[in-house]
């Protein structure tokens, strides 16, 4: 079967962007596309339209259309802790001060879909970049999901350790981020002064079945901690 005058144009653009072009480098005009696959410029529109929503072109009015850089950023990426300060140049660490089998009780249980009575691993974790602690964590995983993990050493990524031995890759979460003021322990453990001001995240992460797999209660240092998230203006109409 022979491909389409549409199927060139796509691939072609595809090609274009991924590989012949770099980030802000200009596409060729419609005009000339249209003339190039014999397509009508309303089809090359049309394709171009598509990559705009897709938010690998973008558009500027009497310019042309240019190629988007990879809008990946920290906020739209479900990365862990690890992740997080290796991106950032830090060394990550841990100090795992409690580690139990617990009832999941109500709110975790809800977070979780399992029963306040099934068990649910509790781990709460100081981590530090270079040493320093950035954050406390409290994690509570569907103990159904992770046999045998207390047995394991917790020195490391949880996520990689889910990964590796469990074969649970956390792919997306919902997530909300909310201000708060630390009590004296968690300030003590923090190294901070009490009532500091913090961030609380609250997050249920869903492996790759979609099953909830971890509910985490994270309390970050708001002097050492911002949260970057990237706001993208729906694109309104195709005129560009
Ligand atoms: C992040 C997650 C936390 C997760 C941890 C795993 C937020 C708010 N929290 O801190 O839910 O347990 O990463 O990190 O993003 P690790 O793989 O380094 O142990």
Not at 33 to 61: D, H, I, K
Not at 115 to 137: K, N, Q
Not at 163 to 185: F, G, K, M, N, P
Not at 220 to 229: C, K, L, N, Q, S
């Amino acid at each position: 079967m022979t491909a389409t005058k549409h199927e060139l144009l796509r691939s072609h653009l595809q090609n274009l962007i991924e590989r012949e072009l770099a980030p802000d480098e200009r596409l060729p005009t419609e005009r000339d596309l249209a003339q190039e696959f014999g397509v009508s410029r309303m089809t090359v529109r049309q394709a171009l339209e598509r990559l705009e929503n897709e938010r690998r072109v973008y558009r500027v009015r009497g310019a042309g259309t240019f190629v988007a850089r990879p809008a990946i950023t920290k906020s739209i990426e479900l990365t862990s802790f690890s992740d997080d300060m290796r991106r950032r140049g830090l060394t990550p660490g841990s100090h795992l001060r409690t580690a139990e089998s617990i009832p999941a009780g109500a709110n975790v249980g809800f977070a979780l879909g399992l029963s306040p009575a099934d068990e649910v691993v509790h781990l709460e974790r100081v981590r530090t970049a270079d040493g320093v602690p950035m954050c406390i964590e409290h994690t509570y995983l569907s103990a159904a999901l992770v046999p045998k993990l207390l047995d394991r050493p917790f020195d490391n990524s949880l996520y990689d350790l889910l990964r590796d031995h469990y074969h649970i890759r956390l792919v997306r979460a919902e997530q909300s981020i909310r201000a708060t003021v630390l009590d004296e322990a968690t300030a003590t453990l923090l190294q901070v002064p009490a009532f500091s001001p913090a961030l609380l995240v609250e997050r249920t992460a869903y492996d790759q079945r979609d099953r909830p797999v971890e509910r985490a209660m994270s309390t970050y240092r708001g002097d050492r901690y911002a949260f970057e998230i990237e706001v993208v203006r729906p694109t309104t109409d195709g005129t560009g």
